[in-house]
């Protein structure tokens, strides 16, 4: 049987070919709408703007107790009861709610300011997060079972209101003051879809307190909380330092790349969606041969795909944005290696989430966040916003070398292939520098690009024997 015949039948590849065209039509509207924001708001208010994301994103960590995290084991631990266990785990995170809004506006009793924000844009990016975690709590359930269309269905939905509200009230309302027109704009938005979340969870578990829940819950979140923080400090935290080191106009530059790299990020998103609950399966069944023929041709498509993606995301870039944001573009290369990275490390962390060791999964992701943290504070004032993509993509490469070893040590054995990850790390890293030295030069990057397919192309019929993907994978 053909590689293609078996992909064909394969429900992991299914659920990787939907989650990946529905993420890429959900954030393809996201991507387009990119010039509109660029080009309704100053450099300095897109700076802003993002740097209210930064801390929306970081906020929802906390206030949902990052309990999204327990919903993959809850599903195979409380199989018969998951409903009840949903909304009893979301009763849990009502009060962690309640509780950072009285701390919050305690503080400012106290003081005016809390982050650049004032009380008002404070509260909206408290109301913004929580509905953020709620979509994210529903969407763990979605993913373990399968359910890519609701999947996607909500994302849709949520990301059509969340800009176009955004982009209505920023150009009529608030037309004076965008960067709150866009804050207004995604709390009402996923404020609503929260909500309808949240009472159909309700009204489905109809469970509020159960202690047994909360302590599973928690044994398993918990630990997440640091990790969690520190993959958005890996992620964020060079946003608010160019914002508050080198001005809001160069927050708004590397913000806008950053974005760019969306394509990239939604490819390693999707596949990663449909990895999970597979891999679930078939550790549960322990296919280990199975496990490491299939990483084996994952890790080689990926590859493949993020070469072309890094090529072609240095033009969009150019393309989709006035040429005051074109010193930026050389960012492109490391902000794209730097997801290579990420979805190497999905591999191992994968493990350690099945094996529910989240405390040395959150271990390793502060370390890599520590010092992610420490090389921005040297090298972003000497060397500005490319340093800022590098010392990220670094981090993500010692996060990866953390938890590679790790995984291996809680299964006891070696589930993935190892010389496949390091050849396809040189390919990255080769080609990278190739990109760096032909930024300017279109025809010859396309040139190289073609060169490295057509090597792929041919490693792949000289060893198509080893690439055989079992027909019946579920």
Same mark, same amino acid.
């Given at each position: 049987?053909?590689i293609l ?6 429900n992991?590849?299914?659920s990787s070919?939907?989650?990946?065209i529905?993420n890429?039509?959900?954030k393809?509207?996201?991507?387009i709408t990119i ?7 100053t ?9 209210f994301t ?5 906020f929802?960590l906390f ?6 995290s ?6 195979f631990d409380?199989?018969?009861r998951?409903?009840?266990? #949903? $909304?009893?785990?979301?009763?849990l995170?009502t009060? =962690?709610f309640l !509780?950072m809004l009285?701390? /919050?506006?305690?503080?400012f009793?106290l003081?005016h300011v ?10 909206l990016?408290l109301i913004q997060s929580?509905?953020t ?5 529903i969407q ?5 079972h ?7 269905a909500?994302?849709?939905?949520s990301t ?8 209505l ?7 004076d003051?965008r960067?709150a027109?866009?804050?207004f704009?995604g ?11 949240y009472l159909?969870?309700?009204t489905?578990g109809k469970?509020?307190i159960?202690?047994s829940?909360?302590?599973y819950?928690l ?10 923080l520190?993959?958005?400090? #890996? $992620? ?7 914002n =508050?080191?080198l !001005?809001?106009s160069e927050a /708004?530059?590397?913000?806008?790349i950053s974005n760019?790299?969306?394509i ?10 449909a990895?999970?609950p597979?891999?679930?399966n078939?550790?549960?069944?322990e296919?280990d041969e ?6 084996q041709?994952y890790i080689?498509a990926f590859t493949?795909i ?6 072609i995301?240095?033009d969009?870039?150019?393309?989709m944005?006035?040429p005051?944001?074109?010193s ?6 490391p902000?794209?290696l ?9 591999f191992?962390?994968n493990t350690e ?9 959150a ?8 010092i992610?943290?420490?090389l ?6 000497r060397y500005g916003?490319?340093?800022?993509g590098?010392?990220?993509t670094i981090t ?6 953390f938890h590679?070893p790790?995984?291996?040590r809680f ?13 396809t ?15 300017d030069n279109?025809f010859v990057r396309?040139i190289g ?7 792929v192309?041919l490693?792949?019929?000289?060893n198509?024997?080893n ?7 579920k």
């Amino acid at each position: 049987m053909s590689i293609l015949t078996s992909l064909k039948k394969s429900n992991l590849v299914k659920s990787s070919f939907w989650y990946t065209i529905g993420n890429f039509f959900i954030k393809g509207i996201s991507f387009i709408t990119i010039p509109i924001f660029v080009n309704i708001t100053t450099q300095a208010e897109y700076g802003l703007i993002n740097n209210f994301t930064s801390f929306m994103t970081i906020f929802s960590l906390f206030i949902g107790l990052s309990l999204n995290s327990s919903v993959n084991n809850a599903s195979f631990d409380f199989k018969d009861r998951i409903k009840p266990y #949903l $909304s009893s785990i979301l009763f849990l995170s009502t009060l =962690s709610f309640l !509780g950072m809004l009285v701390i /919050g506006n305690a503080i400012f009793l106290l003081t005016h300011v809390i982050f650049d924000m004032n009380q008002m844009l404070f509260n909206l990016m408290l109301i913004q997060s929580y509905a953020t975690f709620l979509i994210s709590y529903i969407q763990a359930y979605f993913t373990i079972h399968f359910q890519h269309f609701r999947y996607l269905a909500l994302s849709l939905v949520s990301t059509l209101l969340n800009i176009g509200l955004s982009v209505l009230l920023m150009i009529t309302v608030f037309s004076d003051d965008r960067y709150a027109g866009r804050a207004f704009g995604g709390a009402l938005a996923l404020g609503v879809v929260g909500l309808a979340i949240y009472l159909m969870i309700m009204t489905k578990g109809k469970k509020l307190i159960d202690f047994s829940f909360w302590k599973y819950g928690l044994r398993i979140s918990v630990p997440l909380i640091p990790h969690a923080l520190a993959n958005v400090m #890996l $992620s964020q935290f060079d946003r608010i330092m160019i914002n =508050s080191t080198l !001005g809001p106009s160069e927050a /708004g530059i590397y913000s806008y790349i950053s974005n760019i790299g969306i394509i990239l990020s939604v490819i390693w998103s999707s596949t990663n969606n449909a990895w999970v609950p597979w891999f679930y399966n078939e550790m549960e069944q322990e296919n280990d041969e199975k496990i490491f023929r299939v990483s084996q041709y994952y890790i080689y498509a990926f590859t493949t795909i993020a070469l072309g993606t890094m090529v072609i995301s240095i033009d969009l870039a150019k393309f989709m944005a006035p040429p005051d944001y074109h010193s930026g573009l050389s960012l492109v290369i490391p902000i794209s290696l730097g997801y290579f990275f990420q979805f190497l490390y999905s591999f191992p962390v994968n493990t350690e989430f099945y094996k529910k060791k989240t405390n040395y999964i959150a271990f390793g992701t502060v370390a890599s966040a520590v010092i992610n943290i420490i090389l921005n504070l040297i090298f972003i004032p000497r060397y500005g916003v490319i340093a800022a993509g590098y010392t990220t993509t670094i981090t993500y490469f010692l996060l990866f070398l953390f938890h590679y070893p790790m995984a291996k040590r809680f299964i006891g054995k070696q589930l993935f292939p190892t010389k496949t990850i390091i050849t396809t790390t040189l390919i990255m890293v080769v080609f990278s520098i190739f990109l760096h030295v032909f930024l300017d030069n279109t025809f010859v990057r396309y040139i190289g690009l073609l060169f490295i397919g057509v090597g792929v192309l041919l490693y792949f019929r000289k060893n198509k024997g080893n690439f055989k993907i079992d027909s019946k994978l579920k």
